[in-house]
């Protein structure tokens, strides 16, 4: 490992307790308020049956895409079961506000409301601002950014009138095969996903977002989606205690105010056949409670997911979650049935009224540390444009360009000759793209080309015989796909176009995609310079022409080890 690389790698923890400090001399932790005596938590205990208690525990599914007819029955259940919360997912944002205030008027006690918002409110809502994957994060070395991105997202969540983020992830992605998680953790440097996960959190929770940091004990390393099957992680206690668990440790440590629980098969921590971890209690309390000394709110992931109900059906899921420590039961698939049988758990005395009573004034206490003791309504009156604020727009700009991250050449490779007959080869798209456009205004003597991702082999053999005329190349690989998978989706051809020219003289490429995919990409290493700009944004199409232009300096450092020759923490500075 170079002295560059080590330097990378571990001064991003210099800045994290600061951070953490900084953030929470603004305003008293959720965990930290647990140690309050709160009287209105315990007017509104004092008033709720049990059958009301066990439902504050539920969260459930909410959407703004789906009709009014569903819309209408997620109001029926808060009506009927006046569960604790719900999570929303893809939709509008005016259309979201509207029915947050519908569904409020209708529960006694008022609604957590949460979102997935690993890259802000864009990652579920149109119309609102998506900031990088948490990859591209990870190649930002000043964490700062990622904290005031964080203060940002709150701002948004609080303005849509929602009280929880269920983000950031912080799981290690050291299996480029993980068809889950990849492009969305900080990378497969545990010190590194820790600062990164730390810096985002402690910015949202400064402003009186709760978060939740997903996956515990780390969902990674698997190649399994559990969405749709159990994960098996094979390895030993000792590694989980000094890899995955890290950065989950760390962000304990920091005051993190939520830990959502993975469905994963653990032998090495629950040697229970089939048992998902969100329903071992070895794993929940024996490990995140009692051993790691988390008091904060625990949440498990989505309870309607195949990784757990495909062994526990009928709401025994639930009611083994519950009994593991679960504060929160996300999205359960029949959440009346749910509560029956747990509320049957509780008279057989399966768990002490004690636990069961501190879980729920949790919950109690985190509506109330997010300010819904006072709740009002929000207002939808310029919400979109309050959403779109010309200073989230600067920082997402910020954001880009110190992700940025060269792996191969300097500044004379990058820029060529701004005189010489040019081309810029746009891969993977069917219209001119931003890079290109941008690009071209720096080059007059420029002529703009595209390739599909399954151009047809007569069309490739033209192009790079047509190629031959011009001096220099620059070349866009762009993934165009919503979720930029570690594989690009090109033919063998096309791949096989992208190897010759970067065995050419005076080639620049850039990547818009999942920094894995350059290890698919063979030869590529040969190009006069290489970019990576992580996806495929008009922000960072900017910033890359900002590196090529010598407008803007690389300084991103490589969040993922692709292979032999490109490491984490690698980066050419110019």
Same mark, same amino acid.
């Given at each position: 490992?170079?002295?560059?690389?080590?330097i990378?790698?571990?001064?991003?923890?210099?800045?994290?307790?600061?951070?953490?400090?900084?953030?929470?001399?603004?305003?008293?932790?959720?965990?930290?308020?647990?140690?309050?005596?709160?009287?209105?938590?315990?007017?509104?205990?004092?008033?709720?049956?049990?059958?009301?208690?066990?439902?504050?525990?539920?969260?459930?599914?909410?959407?703004?895409?789906?009709?009014?007819?569903?819309?209408?029955?997620?109001?029926?259940?808060?009506?009927?079961?006046?569960?604790?919360?719900?999570?929303?997912?893809?939709?509008?944002?005016?259309?979201?506000?509207?029915?947050?205030?519908?569904?409020?008027?209708?529960?006694?006690?008022?609604?957590?409301?949460?979102?997935?918002?690993?890259?802000?409110?864009?990652m579920?809502?149109?119309?609102?601002?998506?900031?990088?994957?948490?990859?591209?994060?990870?190649?930002?070395?000043?964490?700062?950014?990622?904290?005031?991105?964080?203060?940002?997202?709150?701002?948004?969540?609080?303005?849509?009138?929602?009280?929880?983020?269920?983000?950031?992830?912080?799981?290690?992605?050291?299996?480029?095969?993980?068809?889950?998680?990849?492009?969305?953790?900080?990378?497969?440097?545990?010190?590194?996903?820790?600062?990164?996960g730390?810096?985002?959190f402690?910015?949202?929770?400064?402003?009186?977002?709760?978060?939740?940091?997903?996956?515990?004990?780390?969902?990674?390393?698997?190649?399994?989606?559990?969405h749709?099957?159990?994960?098996?992680?094979?390895?030993?206690?000792?590694?989980?205690?000094?890899?995955?668990?890290?950065?989950?440790?760390?962000?304990?440590?920091?005051?993190?105010?939520?830990?959502?629980?993975?469905?994963?098969?653990?032998?090495?921590?629950?040697?229970?056949?089939h048992?998902?971890?969100?329903?071992?209690?070895?794993?929940?309390?024996?490990?995140l409670?009692?051993?790691?000394?988390?008091?904060?709110?625990?949440?498990?992931?989505?309870?309607e997911?195949?990784?757990?109900?495909?062994?526990?059906?009928?709401?025994?899921?639930?009611?083994?979650a519950?009994l593991?420590?679960?504060?929160?039961?996300?999205?359960?698939?029949?959440?009346?049935?749910?509560?029956?049988?747990?509320?049957?758990?509780?008279?057989r005395?399966?768990?002490?009224?004690?636990?069961?009573?501190?879980?729920?004034?949790?919950?109690?206490?985190?509506?109330?540390?997010?300010?819904?003791?006072?709740?009002?309504?929000?207002?939808?009156?310029?919400?979109?444009?309050?959403?779109?604020?010309?200073?989230?727009?600067?920082?997402?700009?910020?954001?880009?360009?110190?992700?940025?991250?060269?792996?191969?050449?300097? +500044?004379? /490779? #990058?820029? %060529?000759?701004?005189?010489?007959?040019?081309?810029?080869?746009?891969?993977? *798209?069917?219209?001119? !793209?931003?890079?290109?456009?941008?690009?071209?205004?720096?080059?007059?003597?420029?002529?703009?080309?595209?390739?599909s991702?399954?151009?047809?082999?007569?069309?490739?053999?033209?192009?790079?015989?047509?190629?031959?005329?011009?001096?220099?190349?620059?070349?866009?690989?762009?993934?165009?796909?919503?979720?930029?998978?570690?594989?690009?989706?090109?033919?063998?051809?096309?791949?096989?176009?992208?190897?010759?020219?970067?065995?050419?003289?005076?080639?620049?490429?850039?990547?818009?995609?999942?920094?894995?995919?350059i290890?698919?990409?063979?030869?590529?290493?040969? +190009?006069? /310079? #290489?970019? %990576?700009?992580?996806?495929?944004t008009?922000?960072?199409?900017?910033?890359? *022409?900002?590196?090529? !232009?010598?407008?803007?300096?690389?300084?991103?450092?490589?969040?993922?080890?692709?292979?032999?020759?490109?490491?984490?923490?690698?980066?050419?500075?110019?």
């Amino acid at each position: 490992m170079t002295i560059t690389r080590k330097i990378f790698l571990f001064a991003t923890l210099s800045a994290l307790n600061f951070i953490a400090l900084s953030a929470f001399a603004q305003k008293e932790s959720y965990v930290q308020s647990l140690n309050d005596q709160n009287h209105w938590v315990d007017s509104v205990f004092r008033k709720m049956s049990r059958r009301q208690k066990v439902a504050q525990l539920f969260f459930v599914r909410a959407h703004t895409n789906l009709g009014k007819a569903y819309e209408d029955s997620v109001a029926g259940v808060i009506k009927s079961e006046q569960v604790g919360g719900l999570v929303f997912f893809q939709g509008g944002p005016v259309r979201q506000a509207e029915l947050i205030n519908r569904y409020q008027k209708l529960s006694p006690i008022p609604l957590i409301i949460a979102q997935d918002g690993e890259w802000g409110l864009g990652m579920r809502l149109d119309s609102t601002i998506s900031y990088p994957y948490q990859m591209t994060l990870g190649a930002i070395r000043d964490n700062t950014l990622i904290y005031k991105m964080g203060q940002m997202v709150a701002y948004d969540f609080k303005r849509m009138g929602m009280q929880m983020n269920f983000g950031p992830d912080m799981d290690i992605n050291n299996n480029p095969n993980n068809p889950i998680i990849g492009y969305r953790s900080f990378g497969d440097n545990k010190y590194n996903v820790a600062a990164k996960g730390i810096a985002y959190f402690t910015g949202m929770q400064s402003e009186g977002l709760l978060v939740t940091a997903k996956h515990f004990p780390g969902h990674g390393d698997t190649n399994v989606d559990s969405h749709l099957d159990l994960p098996l992680l094979p390895f030993t206690r000792e590694r989980l205690d000094t890899l995955e668990e890290y950065p989950f440790r760390e962000a304990i440590k920091a005051g993190i105010s939520g830990v959502m629980i993975a469905h994963m098969d653990i032998p090495a921590l629950d040697t229970t056949k089939h048992l998902p971890s969100t329903l071992s209690r070895k794993i929940v309390t024996g490990i995140l409670k009692d051993s790691l000394g988390f008091k904060g709110l625990i949440v498990s992931d989505a309870m309607e997911m195949k990784g757990v109900v495909k062994y526990f059906p009928n709401g025994d899921a639930d009611v083994r979650a519950f009994l593991a420590g679960n504060d929160i039961l996300e999205l359960s698939p029949n959440s009346a049935l749910a509560i029956q049988k747990i509320r049957r758990a509780i008279r057989r005395d399966e768990i002490s009224s004690e636990e069961f009573d501190a879980r729920v004034k949790k919950i109690l206490d985190a509506k109330y540390w997010a300010g819904l003791n006072n709740y009002y309504e929000t207002s939808v009156k310029d919400l979109v444009q309050d959403l779109n604020r010309p200073s989230e727009k600067e920082l997402v700009t910020q954001l880009s360009d110190a992700s940025i991250t060269l792996l191969k050449g300097n +500044a004379q /490779a #990058l820029q %060529l000759n701004p005189l010489a007959r040019t081309a810029v080869v746009s891969i993977g *798209v069917e219209q001119p !793209t931003v890079f290109q456009q941008d690009l071209c205004h720096w080059y007059a003597n420029s002529r703009i080309f595209m390739i599909s991702k399954n151009e047809s082999p007569a069309n490739i053999a033209s192009l790079e015989q047509f190629l031959k005329q011009y001096d220099q190349v620059f070349i866009s690989i762009n993934d165009t796909r919503k979720r930029p998978a570690s594989k690009l989706d090109y033919s063998a051809d096309v791949k096989l176009f992208i190897t010759h020219l970067a065995q050419q003289k005076n080639t620049v490429i850039s990547v818009f995609a999942n920094a894995y995919t350059i290890a698919g990409l063979p030869g590529i290493e040969k +190009a006069g /310079a #290489l970019l %990576l700009a992580y996806q495929m944004t008009d922000y960072l199409q900017h910033s890359a *022409v900002k590196v090529i !232009t010598q407008r803007l300096k690389p300084s991103g450092k490589l969040s993922v080890t692709i292979n032999e020759q490109f490491k984490t923490g690698d980066g050419i500075s110019l």
